[in-house]
C-alpha cells in the first residue's frame, strides 16, 4: 500500500535559520503530494500541494518540489521565523485499493521549534 | 466565512458510556471523513463519506460508528467497545470524489480532544 516517511524530530532551529524536513513516499500511479502544518490545540491547515512531477508548491516562503525520480517532496524554508514553530505533515492522495477517491497517507509528522 | 466546526473542543468519557463528536461543514463540500491523532503519530482513518446516506470504514473503524444523513453533518459516535478512545479526533471535507479527488486537498476543523475518567 501507499505510506509515507518523514525525518526524525523533533526539529530545533534559530531563528532565521535554513529549513529543511524530508519527505519520501512509496505509492503505484501518479498521486498527489501535500504538506500540512498543524499548531499547538489547532486541526491541519493546507500548506502547499503538488500535483505532478517536477510541479514546486510555495506559499509563506515555504516550497516543496515534486520528485517522481526520487519519490520526494522535500518542504524547504530560507529563513524560518519563531511562527513557524509547529508539527509539519507530509501526505499523498491517490485513487485506488477498492476506493474512488483520494485518500489521503500521511506522513508521522516533524516538529519544528524555532527559538529566537 | 465558510469553515468546519467540531465540537465539543474538549470531551470526557465514563466506562461504558457512548459519547458522539460533532461535525458541521458550510463548504458545500460532498466528501466528508473522521481521522484519529495519537502522539507522535500521524492521522489514521477512522471512517469516510463521499455522499449523503453513504460512508465506509477507514483503516480503524473498529469502536467507533457515523451517520451522514445530511451534507453538511458527519457526526462520530465513539462507544463503548472502543477500549482506548483517548486521542485527538480530527473532521476533515474535501470537494469531490471519484477520479479529480486525489487533486484536492482536505479542509480540516479544530479538533476534539477525547479523554477518559
Known amino acids: 500500500g501507499d505510506s509515507v516517511t518523514q525525518m526524525e524530530g523533533p526539529v530545533t532551529l534559530s531563528e532565521e535559520a535554513f529549513l529543511t524536513i524530508n519527505c519520501t513516499y512509496t505509492a503505484t500511479g501518479y498521486p498527489s503530494l501535500f504538506w500540512y502544518v498543524q499548531y499547538p490545540g489547532e486541526g491541519l491547515q493546507l500548506l502547499l500541494k503538488?500535483?505532478?512531477?517536477?510541479d514546486k508548491g510555495s506559499n509563506k516562503g515555504f516550497e516543496a518540489t515534486y520528485r517522481k525520480e526520487t519519490t520526494s517532496f522535500h518542504l524547504e524554508k530560507g529563513s524560518v521565523q519563531v511562527s513557524d514553530s509547529a508539527v509539519y505533515f507530509c501526505a499523498l492522495s491517490n485513487i485506488g485499493g477498492g476506493t474512488s477517491y483520494g485518500k489521503l497517507t500521511f506522513g508521522q509528522g516533524t516538529i519544528l521549534t524555532v527559538h529566537p | 466565512d465558510g469553515g468546519i466546526t467540531q465540537s465539543p473542543k474538549y470531551l470526557f468519557r465514563k466506562e461504558g458510556q457512548n459519547v458522539t463528536l460533532s461535525c458541521e461543514q458550510n463548504?458545500?463540500?460532498?466528501?466528508m471523513y473522521w481521522y484519529r491523532q495519537d502522539p507522535g503519530q500521524g492521522l489514521r482513518l477512522i471512517y469516510y463519506s463521499q455522499i449523503v446516506n453513504d460512508f465506509q470504514k477507514g483503516d480503524i473503524a473498529e469502536g467507533y460508528s457515523v451517520s451522514r444523513e445530511k451534507k453538511e453533518s458527519f457526526p462520530l459516535t465513539v462507544t463503548s467497545a472502543q477500549k482506548n478512545p483517548t486521542a485527538f479526533y480530527l473532521c476533515?471535507?474535501?470537494?469531490?470524489?471519484?477520479?479529480?479527488?486525489?487533486?484536492?486537498?482536505?479542509?480540516f476543523g479544530d479538533g476534539t480532544r477525547l479523554s477518559i475518567l
Open positions: 476533515a471535507s474535501s470537494i469531490s470524489h471519484g477520479t479529480g479527488g486525489k487533486y484536492q486537498p482536505q479542509h
Open positions: 463548504l458545500n463540500h460532498d466528501a
Open positions: 503538488a500535483t505532478k512531477a517536477d
